[in-house]
């Protein structure tokens, strides 16, 4: 009988082998390296890079001139224990902001300081103050705060303009995103003139869109021009998760140096106003059944900037009809398809500016000239 081992179990086993053994020495090599070869600890050598490109020195200059006029907002809120009756102040949100002028001044949003009792403000070298509510316009989702910097105060953000802003220009974002301070964001102009409708049922019309990331912690920084002007104040963003997700909105500057300026000298801003009475709903109806595209007026105000103009608002007939009266068509070339539009198209206008409405009477266009007042 054969007793001899198989040939192949013998491949085999040596294989194996083989295979156990160079495993072991893979696993220790770095301590055999160590042991029996001399390795060299010195850091390997540094290759210069030369200039930075035009761009990114844009960009740096930017953020280092900008970022000074930056802060960061903390707010808190006062909370009381409904059994022990004691006060609490707890944290409520972050933002951010910017000084508006060389007299402490700081602009930011509405959301950002709401239902908050105290704020604090941060600056970009460390100190820190308590700020007060100087006055805020929700319908804008803007505020402005006050602090009392005695020493070394912070420069303001050059302002520039909106109404030329063009569909793909470069546009930088700064802010404090999810706390993490002076954070430098870069993109384009995504899209003009939209709407955002907020919680509350407001709608913030002439937004700019943007795609530089905008996250929470964001709202009420600047949005920068590539000449480092202020453009934009970041407000909202639109995402399903609530972080970034390419699309973000700023408060165009035209607004903002409408409003802020307004805020400061006033502590609220009041819209000019026509002196009529619309519903939307009533609107929408009626004009269906006319069908036209306008607003209705339903009521004018006694001694208002509409019957000054001569506006005719509907009214009922003895026959339990319907008297009309003037549909808004037009304000400056502006066309009017609804209460929304009109009050947007209202927004852009000061209290005293004279302004051309085209309006349909009787079948008939015809053309009043009015002059905006405040509301009584």
Do not use: C, M
């Given at each position: 009988m054969d007793t001899r081992p198989d040939p192949f179990l013998r491949r085999i086993r040596w294989v194996t082998i083989a295979l156990i053994v160079l495993l072991v020495v893979w696993q220790f090599l770095p301590w055999i390296e160590r042991a029996f070869v001399r390795l060299d600890a010195e850091p390997r050598t540094v290759y210069a890079r030369g200039e930075l490109a035009a761009d990114e020195q844009t960009t740096i200059a930017i953020f280092e001139r900008a970022s000074p006029s930056v802060v960061f907002i903390t707010t808190r809120q006062r909370v009381v224990d409904l059994y022990?009756?004691?006060?609490?102040?707890?944290?409520?949100?972050?933002?951010?902001?910017?000084?508006?002028?060389?007299?402490?001044?700081?602009?930011?949003?509405?959301?950002?300081?709401?239902?908050?009792?105290?704020?604090?403000?941060?600056?970009?070298?460390?100190?820190?103050?308590?700020?007060?509510?100087?006055?805020?316009?929700?319908?804008?989702?803007?505020?402005?705060?006050?602090?009392?910097?005695?020493?070394?105060?912070?420069?303001?953000?050059?302002?520039?303009?909106?109404?030329?802003?063009?569909?793909?220009?470069?546009?930088?974002?700064?802010?404090?995103?999810?706390?993490?301070?002076?954070?430098?964001?870069?993109?384009?102009?995504?899209?003009?003139?939209?709407?955002?409708?907020?919680?509350?049922?407001?709608?913030?019309?002439?937004?700019?869109?943007?795609?530089?990331?905008?996250?929470?912690?964001?709202?009420?920084?600047?949005?920068?021009d590539s000449a480092g002007r202020l453009i934009g104040i970041n407000t909202a963003i639109y995402s399903p998760s609530g972080a970034y997700a390419g699309i973000g909105f700023a408060v165009p500057v035209d607004t903002v140096n409408r409003v802020v300026p307004e805020l400061i000298a006033e502590g609220h801003y009041t819209r000019p106003a026509l002196g009529i009475g619309v519903d939307e709903d009533v609107n929408r109806a009626l004009l269906r059944e006319l069908g036209i595209t306008g607003v209705a007026v339903l009521r004018v105000e006694p001694g208002s900037s509409a019957e000054l103009a001569g506006l005719r608002a509907f009214r009922p007939s003895g026959d339990g009809k319907v008297i009309a009266g003037d549909v808004i068509l037009s304000i400056e070339d502006t066309p009017i398809g609804s209460v929304a539009k009109l009050l947007s198209?209202?927004?852009?206008?000061?209290?005293?500016?004279?302004?051309?409405?085209?309006?349909?009477?009787?079948?008939?266009?015809?053309?009043?000239?009015?002059?905006?007042?405040?509301?009584?």
């Open positions: 022990t009756r004691n006060v609490f102040s707890v944290p409520r949100g972050t933002g951010s902001g910017f000084f508006w002028d060389d007299l402490g001044h700081i602009v930011t949003n509405n959301h950002v300081i709401e239902g908050a009792s105290e704020a604090t403000i941060r600056l970009n070298d460390g100190r820190s103050y308590r700020a007060v509510l100087v006055g805020r316009s929700p319908a804008h989702d803007l505020a402005v705060l006050r602090i009392n910097v005695p020493i070394d105060p912070r420069p303001p953000v050059p302002i520039g303009t909106s109404h030329d802003l063009k569909v793909g220009q470069k546009v930088f974002a700064i802010g404090n995103p999810f706390g993490l301070d002076y954070t430098l964001t870069s993109g384009l102009v995504s899209a003009l003139d939209r709407s955002l409708e907020e919680e509350n049922g407001s709608t913030i019309e002439h937004l700019i869109q943007t795609d530089a990331a905008i996250n929470p912690g964001n709202s009420g920084g600047p949005l920068l198209v209202l927004d852009d206008y000061r209290i005293g500016d004279r302004v051309s409405l085209r309006v349909l009477r009787g079948g008939r266009e015809h053309e009043l000239e009015v002059l905006f007042a405040g509301p009584d």
